[in-house]
């Protein structure tokens, strides 16, 4: 505890939030398997930024005026579904792709596409916005001071960037790519499941 504020709690929701599979960590680890490790890191980089863009809005009161205007969220929420079904697809044309030595499932080398894409994915999840206007309601005091905001968004980032980047660092892994590339097309195939599963359950959920 931090003052009057709970910072370890804070950190734990965070840590469960950002470390548990989800789109933005099956993005990285594909493709950190698919194009390696720099474009896997940058791609991370993106993500973080997004998480990081997130926490301020909500430090600043952006959740709860999205929150009262339900379009803005419903129009995220459509953009980043979408997002996720073309991941899915892509996904699926690997799969079904026999005999490729490079799988081109997730593979995006130009440095810049890759931040973008890592930033689009984060900043179209609906589940980002309102878990952090969620832990800025609920765990942050009326009372907090701006000095303490700021404390809680930089922890909070810090530990987005470790855990983002560490999981683009594992799956960058030569052992890790040696056993994708022999499983490939099982690999691409259940990348394909989660981020059309993802897309649908955003599609259909009831925010």
Do not use: C
Not at 69 to 85: H, K, M, Q, S, T
Not at 115 to 136: D, E, M, Q, V, W
């Amino acid at each position: 505890m931090v003052g009057h504020i709970h910072l370890s709690l804070i950190l734990l929701a965070a840590l469960i939030a950002v470390a548990s599979p989800g789109p933005a960590v099956l993005a990285i680890a594909g493709t950190s398997m698919n194009a390696g490790r720099r474009a896997g890191l940058i791609f991370a980089s993106g993500v973080t930024t997004g998480s990081l863009t997130w926490s301020i809005g909500a430090a600043a009161g952006l959740s709860a005026v999205m929150l009262a205007n339900a379009w803005l969220i419903e129009a995220i929420r459509y953009g980043g579904a979408a997002y996720l079904l073309f991941l899915a697809f892509k996904s699926a044309r690997s799969a079904l792709t026999p005999g490729a030595a490079v799988p081109q499932g997730l593979a995006v080398p130009p440095p810049r596409r890759a931040f973008a894409r890592g930033l689009a994915l984060h900043l179209t999840n609906p589940k980002a916005i309102l878990f952090f206007g969620s832990l800025y309601s609920f765990g942050v005091p009326a009372d907090a001071t701006l000095a303490d905001l700021a404390l809680i968004v930089f922890a909070v980032g810090v530990q987005s960037a470790v855990v983002l980047h560490g999981y683009a660092l594992l799956f960058s892994n030569g052992a890790v790519v040696a056993g994708y590339l022999k499983l490939r097309r099982w690999f691409d195939g259940l990348f394909a499941a989660a981020f059309g599963y993802a897309g649908f359950k955003i599609l259909t959920a009831r925010l």
